[in-house]
């Protein structure tokens, strides 16, 4: 629980600063009105529930089984590599 708790922090802080989705609402708004706007935050933000779920389900389930241990290997010998 502390783990996901953690992990919907740092989601929330993302979304929070000023970045790519913020200028996108952004433009579709001075573009198209407030209604595009809205549904294009509206749109992101159904996108950021839907991954966050995912990840916290799915990906923890993952990463509790052996194919998750030996993922999160070769995912650090890859970074290690690109280093």
């Known amino acids: 629980m502390k783990e996901e708790l953690m992990f919907a922090g740092i989601l929330l802080l993302s979304q929070?600063?000023?970045?790519p989705d913020?200028?996108?609402?952004?433009r579709s708004t001075l573009a198209y009105g407030l209604g595009a706007g809205v549904m294009a935050a509206l749109?992101?933000?159904t996108g950021i529930v839907a991954h966050a779920a995912?990840?916290?389900?799915?990906?923890?389930?993952?990463f509790h089984s052996?194919?998750?241990v030996g993922l999160?290997?070769?995912a650090s010998c890859w970074m290690l590599y690109l280093a």
Request: net charge neutral; glycine share 18%.
């Open 66 to 68: 052996f194919l998750g």
């Open 54 to 62: 995912l990840a916290c389900t799915v990906g923890a389930s993952v």
């Open 22 to 26: 913020q200028a996108f609402v952004t």
């Open 16 to 19: 929070a600063s000023p970045g």
């Open 72 to 74: 999160f290997c070769a």
């Open 43 to 45: 749109g992101i933000g």
